[in-house]
Every structure is written in structure tokens, then in C-alpha cells.
T-cell receptor, first 112, second 114 residues
Framework: DAKTTQPPSMDCAEGRAANLPCNHS???????VYWYRQIHSQGPQYIIH???NNETNEMASLIITEDRKSSTLILPHATLRDTAVYYC?????????????FGGGTRLMVKP | GAGVSQTPSNKVTEKGKYVELRCDPI?????LYWYRQSLGQGPEFLIY????????DSGLPNDRFFAVRPEGSVSTLKIQRTERGDSAVYLC????????????FGPGTRLTVL
């Protein structure tokens, strides 16, 4: 699976959009971009995933660049409960059952 | 609906003892994963089950670690002769067998070896 690079930490004001970047310059054509987050003392929580197109769900939006070498997770109106470590994971798709390889993630602090 | 559950939530044991950690996956999920998370680190893969069989156990650190899933649902992670370095949060995840599949995690078991 391709390696990802994320900033170690970010701050965001409550109510503002949080934009979390991820670089995955070695991504290959059949690899998906997944985002998970982990709130303190909880298990990782699935947020969203995508292949080529931008994706949106009730939690967030995922913007993938045309060359697929980077992506941005957008939390449109961050709340204090969004404070967590956010992991960007590139995942190969030869078959179901591939493990998730977690990097260091971005520690997002949402401030009042 | 019910998510992945893990028991116990906390386990304290003494060095050299044997422990079992249990995972109940989401109903109907055929794939089950175990991960281990040390303080300040991201989760690390241990083992993956598809049904009853271990399809990939490449992440198990040594032969003191073993996991079973005899009926294709509940899984137990077993650690023999525990060492202080085994202290970590043990996470379980499950997914439906489909492409792409999304793994859903339980709350974890915090293991402390004294």
C-alpha cells in the first residue's frame, strides 16, 4: 500500500471548516483513500473513503486531486467533539481482507 | 444496530500469566481483524480471519500470541506468558466480505501487564 504523509497537528476554531490534508504521491490506480478518526480512548471510527471522485457523507467531504496524489478531508462545521487524531490510509484492493496500515495521523484540536 | 463489542474493557494481569481477550463482531460480518495499539502510536495489524480460518497472521509478534474464531463469529485473542511489553490496547474490527470493504472497530481492551 502507498505511504501517506499528514501534518502531525492542526488547530481549528469551533464552527469553522476543518481541512485536513494528506499526501499519497505513490498511490496506484486500484488504491482507495480511506479516512478514520480516533477520539481519545475510543476505537478508530470510519469516516469516508474514495477512489477518484469527490465523496460526501453526513460526516465529511473527501476531495481527491485529479492526479490522485493528494486529498483533503473537510469537516464543514467543526465542533469540540471533532477533536481527535485523523488517519489517512491508502489501501490496496487486490481482494477484500486487506489490513489497514495506520501512520501517525493528524491530531486535530478544535478550540472554542 | 449493534457494533463491534470487546470484553473485558480493561484487563490487568501479572507478568507470566495467560490472558484471553474476546471480540464480538457485527452480526453477519465474515471478516474479523485484530490490531494492537501502543501508547502514542497508530494501531498495528495482528491477524485477519475470513470465516473460521486465519487468512493472514503475519502481524502476530511471536508464538505467545494466538487467536481463534471457531464458529466464524466471536473471536478470542490469547496471549501466553505475558510480558510487560504486551501492555497495549487491543482492538478488534469486522467487515462484510465485499469489495471495497470497510472495517468497523470496537472500543478495544486495555491490557496492562504488571
Amino acid at each position: 500500500d502507498a505511504k501517506t504523509t499528514q501534518p502531525p497537528s492542526m488547530d481549528c476554531a469551533e464552527g469553522r471548516a476543518a481541512n485536513l490534508p494528506c499526501n499519497h504521491s505513490t498511490i496506484s490506480g486500484n488504491e482507495y483513500v480511506y479516512w478514520y478518526r480516533q477520539i481519545h480512548s475510543q476505537g478508530p471510527q470510519y469516516i469516508i473513503h474514495g477512489l477518484k471522485n469527490n465523496e460526501t457523507n453526513e460526516m465529511a467531504s473527501l476531495i481527491i486531486t485529479e492526479d490522485r496524489k493528494s486529498s483533503t478531508l473537510i469537516l464543514p462545521h467543526a465542533t469540540l467533539r471533532d477533536t481527535a487524531v485523523y488517519y489517512c490510509i491508502v489501501r490496496g484492493y487486490n481482494n477484500a481482507g486487506n489490513m489497514l496500515t495506520f501512520g501517525g495521523g493528524t491530531r486535530l484540536m478544535v478550540k472554542p | 444496530g449493534a457494533g463491534v463489542s470487546q470484553t473485558p474493557s480493561n484487563k490487568v494481569t501479572e507478568k507470566g500469566k495467560y490472558v484471553e481477550l474476546r471480540c464480538d463482531p457485527i452480526s453477519g460480518h465474515t471478516a474479523l481483524y485484530w490490531y494492537r495499539q501502543s501508547l502514542g502510536q497508530g494501531p498495528e495489524f495482528l491477524i485477519y480471519f475470513q470465516g473460521t480460518g486465519a487468512a493472514d497472521d503475519s502481524g502476530l509478534p511471536n508464538d505467545r500470541f494466538f487467536a481463534v474464531r471457531p464458529e466464524g463469529s466471536v473471536s478470542t485473542l490469547k496471549i501466553q506468558r505475558t510480558e510487560r511489553g504486551d501492555s497495549a490496547v487491543y482492538l478488534c474490527a469486522s467487515s462484510a466480505f465485499m469489495t471495497p470493504d470497510t472495517q468497523y472497530f470496537g472500543p478495544g481492551t486495555r491490557l496492562t501487564v504488571l
